[in-house]
């Protein structure tokens, strides 16, 4: 069966320091890989997909940056955290063929002081 | 900007009253999917729709896609206390890898 790791699961964070957050997904291939940001009370906002290893697609042009190391891999970064920053990460994979149900990992909760 | 509106953005209902949350897309949907947040968790996926005019249902839940693609709608039944939670609605345009998620209906119940 698939699974998905996020971690860590919080993390409190000063103002302009780095911030690397990993997720990784067992169980299947070739996955479609998202970050999604959910601020307190509010809806999901996608920062990033993936289709494959090294293909990024950015939707919001921000401090954030994602990378797709290995297929089942995905990493959001920044250099300098701004208080803005502070969220719920949520990644997510889907299958590329037949149902794009998304499968959603437990989170990280994101607090910039 | 915003793909997908969702209202309303708060619903508090009694116990055994109905429940109902609106997706509407100013662009045609190649299909929209539903997802359960409970508090303090992650989106759960509980359904998708691709045909114009489907409906769909799950015990008390049933979903409907209009027959423009532009709207889907999500109504619970008699809700329980276990209904309780952040409805959100995520459709796909042309690029079905990409979604575009509503803001989320939060549904309180009182017991």
């Known amino acids: 069966s698939q699974t998905i790791h996020q971690w860590p699961a919080t993390l409190v964070q000063p103002v302009g320091s780095p911030l690397s957050l990993e997720c990784t997904v067992e169980g299947t291939s070739n996955p479609n890989l998202y970050w999604y940001r959910q601020a307190a009370g509010r809806g999901l906002q996608l920062l990033f997909y993936s289709v494959g290893i090294g293909q990024i697609s950015s939707e919001v042009p921000q401090n954030l940056s994602a990378s797709r190391p290995q297929d089942r891999q995905f990493i959001l970064s920044s250099k300098k955290l701004l208080l803005s920053d502070s969220g719920f990460y949520l990644c997510?994979?889907?299958?590329?063929?037949?149902?794009?149900?998304?499968?959603f990992g437990p989170g990280t909760r994101l607090t910039v002081l | 900007g915003q793909q997908v509106m969702q209202i309303p953005q708060y619903q508090h209902v009694q116990e055994g009253e109905d429940f109902t949350t609106y997706c509407n897309s100013s662009t045609t949907l190649s299909n929209i999917q539903w997802y359960k947040q409970r508090p303090g968790g992650h989106p759960v996926f509980l359904i998708q729709l691709v045909k114009s005019g489907e409906v769909k249902k799950q015990k008390r839940l049933t979903f409907q896609f209009g027959e423009a693609k532009k709207n889907s709608s999500l109504h619970i039944t008699a809700t329980q206390t276990t209904d309780v939670g952040t409805y959100f609605c995520?459709?796909?345009?042309?690029?079905?890898?990409?979604?575009?998620f509503g803001s989320g209906t939060k549904l309180n119940v009182k017991p």
């Open positions: 995520a459709g796909t345009i042309y690029n079905f890898n990409k979604f575009y």
């Open positions: 997510a994979w889907s299958v590329q063929v037949g149902s794009n149900e998304q499968f």
